[in-house]
């Protein structure tokens, strides 16, 4: 999967591809969530792949102070054991 970062420099991991949309956990304030994007969504706001370690960011991801939902954590240790 990929590590994206915006225009406004917010970080995204993908989590799953999938034909209508891509889910993936951005790093925001606030607990850390899995959500869904258009390809639309991602090209409005300029995502862009930035060629990070991913299991770097996952780890990152893994340790927000804010928190990471249940489910944000399953997807992104289930892609750090990929």
Do not use: C, W
């Not at 925001?28 to 770097?56: A, K, S, W």
């Amino acid at each position: 999967m990929q590590v994206l970062q915006d225009r406004s420099r917010r970080t995204l991991i993908v989590v799953k591809q999938g034909t209508k949309f891509v889910h993936g956990v951005e790093l925001t304030e606030g607990e850390l969530t899995v959500r869904r994007f258009t390809d639309q969504d991602l090209d409005e706001r300029g995502f862009r792949d930035i060629n990070y370690p991913l299991d770097r960011a996952i780890g990152h991801f893994l340790r927000h102070n804010g928190g990471v939902s249940d489910a944000a954590r399953r997807a992104l240790t289930d892609l750090q054991g990929a």
